[in-house]
C-alpha cells in the first residue's frame, strides 16, 4: 500500500521554525572510551525551535539514571520547550551533587544564550559513567553552539554527528505529508550503538509491564500544531513500537530519552482529537520515524554482522509473548549462533524454555524466513525436527538480515523484537582500554 507521506533532507531541520547545530569542545577527552577518544568530533549538539514548543519525553526506566535525565523529565512535563543541549563522550551519570549543578548550568548557559527561559531547555548527555563534565570546555561548546545555529541541512547532520559516540554513522529522518491540504513536517535524530535495550516511560518510573530492560538518544521536530496531551500520546504509542522494542546487547543505559518538539509552524490546521483523522495521519508518520531510526541503531550495533527481527506469536498474553522473544533476541548462545549464521534452533527452544512465559514443549514451532517474504522455512514443528535441508535453513539464517518466526500455539499473545548477532568485535570494543 502506497504511504501518504514521502522521505524528504533536513532532519531536525525539515520541519519549519527549527535550528540545529553541532560543535567540537573537547569534552571526548582521554578516558571516555574507545567509542569517544578518537580525536578532534564534534561532541555537543543543539536543536533550537523558533517560537515556543509543545514538548513530550519518554526516558530510561533504569533505577541508577544520570543527572541530564533527573533534570529534563520534569522539564518535559511542562506544556512549553524551546530548546535540547546535548553533548556526546561523558553520560554525567553516577556524579552525585557535582553531576545535577553541571547539567542545571548547562540548561542555564543554554536559555541565557538563546533567551529563553531556563525551564525550557532539556539536557541530554551520553559517554563514560562516573566521569565529572570538563565544564569550561562544556561552557565554551554551549557558546559555539548557539552562535552556530542555522536551518541549514548541514547543521542537522553536524547536530547528528555530535550525539555519537561508538555509532560508526549519522541516524537520521525526515517526513512530509499534509493535514487539511497543508504540509508539514516531522524530523528526527538519534545515536545509539551499544549499551541498547531501552526501556523508557514518560516519567522514567518503571511501570510494572514494561519489560526491566542504551545510550539512545533521540530528538524530533515536527510543525504540527498539536497539544501536549495528544503529542504525548502519540510518542508514548511510537515508542512503544519501536525504540522499546530493540536490543543490541540487553543493556538498559542510565540516559536512554526520547525528546519531540512541536512548535505548530507549518500553518495546518490544529490536532485536536485522538480520533480524528489527522490525528491518525501524525500517528502513523511519527511511528515510521520512530521506527527507522530505531532499526539503524541495531543495523549501527557494536560489532553487528547480521539484523534479526523476531517474530513470536501464540503466547497466552502479549507480555508472555514480549518476554519469551526477548529471552530469544538476547541470547548470547543464541545470538553468537547467528553471527555464524547456524540455524541452531535449540538455542532458541532453551531460551523460550527458561523464559517466564508459558511454553510446551510439543507445541511449538521455529522457523526462519526472508525479509518482505511470506515463506517460511520450519526447521521444528510441534516440538519435533523437520525435513527441512539444514542447507536451506543456513541460506536464510546466512543473510545479512532475517526473520524468525516462532508460534507458542498457547492464545493470540504476540510481540515483534528488531536485534542482532554477538560477534567478536563486539566483545574486543567493550573490554577496556
Known sequence: MKSFFHSIDGSVVAPKGFKAS??????????????????RKLDLAMVASDAPAVVAGMFTTNQ????????????????????????????NACTGAQGMKDAIEM??????ELGVGEEEVLI???GRIGLNLPMENVRNGIRLAAGALSHDATSAHNAAEAIMTSDSVTKEVAVEFKIGGSPVRIGGICKGAGMIEPGMSPTGSRPATMPLHAT??????????????????????????????????????TNDSVIVLANGQSGAARIRSSSSPDFIRFQEALNHVCLDLAKKIVADGEGVTRKVTVFLNGARTHKEADAAARCVANSELVKTSWYGGDPNWGRVMDALGYSPSKVV???VDIGYRIPGSRKVLFALKKGRPTRTPIEDLRKISG???FEIVINLNLGKGEAIIYTCDLSEEYVDFNKGE
Open 22 to 39: 553541532g560543535v567540537f569542545c573537547d569534552i571526548k577527552r582521554l578516558g571516555t572510551g574507545k567509542g569517544s577518544n578518537k580525536g
Open 64 to 91: 541508577v539514571c544520570a543527572a541530564p535525565v533527573k533534570v529534563s523529565v520534569p522539564r518535559a512535563a511542562l506544556k512549553r520547550s524551546r530548546a535540547i543541549v546535548a553533548n556526546s563522550g561523558n553520560a
Open 107 to 112: 540548561g542555564a548557559l543554554t536559555a541565557k
Open 124 to 126: 541530554c548527555s551520553t
Open 216 to 253: 539512545m538518544l533521540c530528538f524530533v521536530t515536527t510543525d504540527v500544531a498539536i497539544s501536549k496531551t495528544l503529542l504525548q500520546r502519540a510518542l508514548k504509542q511510537a515508542v512503544a513500537l519501536s525504540f522499546n522494542r530493540i536490543t543490541v546487547d540487553g543493556d538498559m543505559s
Open 361 to 363: 514443549e510439543e507445541k
Open 399 to 401: 543473510a545479512e538480515e
